[in-house]
């Protein structure tokens, strides 16, 4: 189980944020949502989904207009898992806050995020599901 003292995304990602947190004018959205990719590392498409969660929400909380682009990951590696049904997006960031033992802990802003915020995301998280099963159905 990765925490936010480990791996070294993690880490440097957590110092990401308390910089971006303290002194917001001084990165972009771009420079923003690099730095949470790059927090990204590989693994198989169901623990890909809990890390991308951990990751992305703290930086949703904070840049909630971002929300739309940063939730792609996490909903594109579902697709990959064989998720098939929309409707059960919202459920799988909100297991990610709520699981005992998760792959990547959630910060605890991150935590609140996947559960307070998320759960209102769902005609956008719906969307981006049928955009992206879409594009990876046609090989685009």
């Known amino acids: 189980m990765a925490d936010w003292s480990q791996p070294s ?3 440097a990602l957590a ?3 308390e910089r971006a947190r303290a002194n917001p004018e001084s990165v972009s959205d771009a420079v923003f949502v690099e730095s949470i990719t790059k927090a990204f590392w590989p ?3 169901w623990s890909f989904v809990e890390a991308a969660f951990a990751i992305i929400a703290p930086g949703c909380a904070m840049r909630p207009h971002l929300a739309r682009q940063l939730i792609q990951h996490p909903i594109e590696a579902m697709i990959a898992g064989g998720l098939e049904d929309p409707e059960e997006v ?3 960031g909100v297991a990610c806050a709520t699981k005992e033992k998760p ?3 959630p910060t605890a802003e991150g935590k609140q995020w996947l559960l307070q915020e998320w759960p209102k995301l769902r005609q956008m998280a719906t969307t981006v599901f049928q ?3 879409n594009a990876l159905s046609s090989g685009a």
């Open 131 to 133: 955009e992206k099963w």
């Open 15 to 17: 110092e990401f944020y």
């Open 43 to 45: 693994t198989n498409c």
């Open 90 to 92: 919202i459920a799988q």
């Open 103 to 105: 792959y990547v802990e």
């Open 9 to 11: 995304q993690l880490v």
